[in-house]
Every structure is written in structure tokens, then in C-alpha cells.
């Protein structure tokens, strides 16, 4: 058998092998596949643990025998994303609504009318930076854009001038406010 666990974010890309399944242990799932690429997201401070699959078929359970029974077992195809919630002991397959799932890997972002609050978290998720919005009604301003291969100071300024806001920070911490001076 082929198995390792994993604490934070993968993408994994499994050749098939019927003989020896490859065995995710991710915070409380368990992933068998036998060849497929998929991606995985298991951080310690999520109540969750979700798998995505781009290619292939994927089975999720429980790792505890205890709330293996009472969860079951949900198998997934691509395009479809498994939920498993240990406090609520919920197992749940729904079809992948987020079209930057990966972006942490392939840097390519896509925002159709996506609040401005969620368009942060991608990018502080996919840059491991830290964005700093000013007013709390920022973060329900609608964003439609796309970024391929950007950096993230690129990206800040095109939201910066698509809102008129002032942009200040670099590196790692950055913050969005109104404009001053209304200029």
C-alpha cells in the first residue's frame, strides 16, 4: 500500500496501480484512490477536510472505524468536491462550484462577480500574504476579473484602481483603504 498524511493543502496526481492503492490520512478523512489527480485541503483550524477531483474516481470515509458506519462513504468523480465535517459527523458530495481551487498551485485566478471579501481570502490563500481591508462594506464590492501567472502586487493594484482605493504595504502585509483626500 502506498499512504501518507498530509496537514495543510495537496494536489496530488496518482499513477494507477490496482496492486498497491494510494492512501490519503488528512485530518479526519482517509482518501483511497487507485489513479486519478485530485486535490486535497485538510488545515488544523478548519472544521472540514475537502477533497476536489479534477481527474479519475476518489473514495472518502471517516478514519475512525467508530464514524465510518454512521458517516458511509462517498465516492467522487471529476468536478465533484467531498465534505467531511467530524463535529456534525457530515459526509457530503456537492459538485465544485470554486474555479480557483488550485489556484495556490497553477497561480491562475478567475473572479466573476465574486465580493471582494472572498477575492481577499484567494489571495491571501494562493500569495500567503495578509490583505487588510479598511471598512468592513469593502469586502461585499462585487470583482470581475481574471490573472494568469500575476503577482500578487499586480493584482492588488488592478483591484486598487478598480475601486479607487490607496494600496499600501509590500511583501507579505498589505491594506486596502478609501482614497484620500478623494483623489
Not at 496526481?13 to 494510494?22: A, G
Request: glycine content about 6%; hydrophobic content about 35%; overall charge negative.
Amino acid at each position: 500500500m502506498r499512504e501518507v498524511s498530509i496537514v495543510g493543502e495537496a494536489f496530488f496526481d496518482v499513477k494507477p496501480n490496482p496492486e498497491k492503492p494510494f492512501v490519503i490520512n488528512a485530518g479526519d478523512a482517509q482518501v483511497k484512490v487507485l489513479g486519478t489527480s485530485f486535490s486535497v485541503s485538510a488545515y488544523p483550524d478548519n472544521e472540514a477536510v475537502e477533497v476536489i477531483v479534477e481527474t479519475g474516481k476518489v473514495q472518502v470515509i471517516s478514519k475512525d472505524p467508530e464514524k465510518q458506519e454512521a458517516m458511509g462513504e462517498i465516492f467522487l468523480t471529476p468536478g465533484e468536491k467531498g465534505t467531511l465535517i467530524s463535529k456534525t459527523r457530515m459526509l457530503e458530495k456537492t459538485l465544485n462550484t470554486d474555479p480557483n481551487f488550485l489556484s495556490w498551485k497553477t497561480h491562475d485566478l478567475v473572479f466573476d462577480k465574486v465580493p471582494l471579501g472572498d477575492v481577499v481570502r484567494c489571495l491571501e490563500k494562493t500569495y500567503h500574504i495578509d490583505i487588510q481591508l479598511s471598512e468592513p462594506e469593502f469586502g461585499d464590492l462585487l470583482y470581475e476579473g481574471h490573472f494568469d501567472q500575476k503577482p500578487a502586487d499586480f493584482v492588488l493594484d488592478v483591484i486598487r484602481l478598480t475601486f479607487n482605493l490607496d494600496l499600501t504595504g509590500s511583501n507579505e502585509h498589505y491594506a486596502l483603504a478609501s482614497r484620500k483626500n478623494g483623489n
